[in-house]
T-cell receptor, first 112, second 113 residues
C-alpha cells in the first residue's frame, strides 16, 4: 500500500531563517506531487506541483521554492522565512493528473 | 475560473442529528468532485468522490450526489457521531486543469454528546 510521510511534524523558526520541509511517498512510482499551505481561516492554497523529477510548477509567487530530487521526494524550501509563511503545510500525491489526491499528515510551521 | 463555495461554519449538532453541508461549484467542462475530511491536527483524508453527473459517493455513512443541473455536491449524513467532529472540505478537479484540486474554505463540524 502507498504511504506518504512528512517531516518535521512541527517547526518553530525565527524570521529570516531558512526552511526545508520534506515529503516522501512509498509504494508507488512516478506520482504527481503537490505542496499546499493551510493558513488560519483561509482554506487550502496550492503552492507547487510536480509531474516528474526536476519538473516543478508554481501556482503563486512567494519566497518559497520546491524541488524534486528523486521520484518520490518533494522538498519545500525558503532562504529567508517571513512571518506570513506560518501555517500548516500539506504534501499530497496522485496517480493521475485528474485523479484524487492523498495527503500527508502535514507540518505545522510557526515563524516568530 | 473554477471555484467551490461551501456553507460557512462552524456547524454544531447534537449526536444522532442529521447533517447537511452545502457545496456548490463553478467549473468548465465536467469536473470530478470530492469531499475531504480533516480531523484535528491531522492532514486531509478523502471521504468520498463522484466523477460524473448523478453519481453518488458514499463512505462511513456520508453521502453526496453530483448534481450538474444545480452545480452542487452537498454532503449528508443521517446520524452524526461525536467522532465526526472535523473540518470538511469540498473540492473539484476540472478536466481541463493540471490536476489541481480547487478547495472550498472548509466547514467545521462540532458534534456534542
Amino acid at each position: 500500500s502507498q504511504t506518504i510521510h512528512q517531516w518535521p511534524a512541527t517547526l518553530v523558526q525565527p524570521v529570516g531563517s531558512p526552511l526545508s520541509l520534506e515529503c516522501t511517498v512509498e509504494g508507488t512510482s512516478n506520482p504527481n506531487l503537490y505542496w499546499y499551505r493551510q493558513a488560519a481561516g483561509r482554506g487550502l492554497q496550492l503552492l507547487f506541483y510536480s509531474i516528474g523529477i526536476g519538473q516543478i510548477s508554481s501556482e503563486v509567487p512567494q519566497n518559497l521554492s520546491a524541488s524534486r530530487p528523486q521520484d518520490r521526494q518533494f522538498i519545500l524550501s525558503s532562504k529567508k522565512l517571513l512571518l506570513s509563511d506560518s501555517g500548516f503545510y500539506l504534501c499530497a500525491w496522485s496517480v493521475r493528473v485528474s485523479g484524487e489526491q492523498f495527503f500527508g499528515p502535514g507540518t505545522r510551521l510557526t515563524v516568530l | 475560473g473554477n471555484s467551490v463555495t461551501q456553507m460557512e461554519g462552524p456547524v454544531t449538532l447534537s449526536e444522532e442529528a442529521f447533517l447537511t453541508i452545502n457545496c456548490t461549484y463553478t467549473a468548465t467542462g465536467y469536473p470530478s468532485l470530492f469531499w475531504y475530511v480533516q480531523y484535528p491536527g491531522e492532514g486531509l483524508q478523502l471521504l468520498l468522490k463522484a466523477t460524473k453527473a448523478d453519481d453518488k459517493g458514499s463512505n462511513k455513512g456520508f453521502e453526496a450526489t453530483y448534481r450538474k443541473e444545480t452545480t452542487s455536491f452537498h454532503l449528508e449524513k443521517g446520524s452524526v457521531q461525536v467522532s465526526d467532529s472535523a473540518v470538511y472540505f469540498c473540492a473539484l478537479i476540472s478536466g481541463g486543469s493540471q490536476g489541481n484540486l480547487i478547495f472550498g474554505k472548509g466547514t467545521k463540524l462540532s458534534v456534542k454528546p
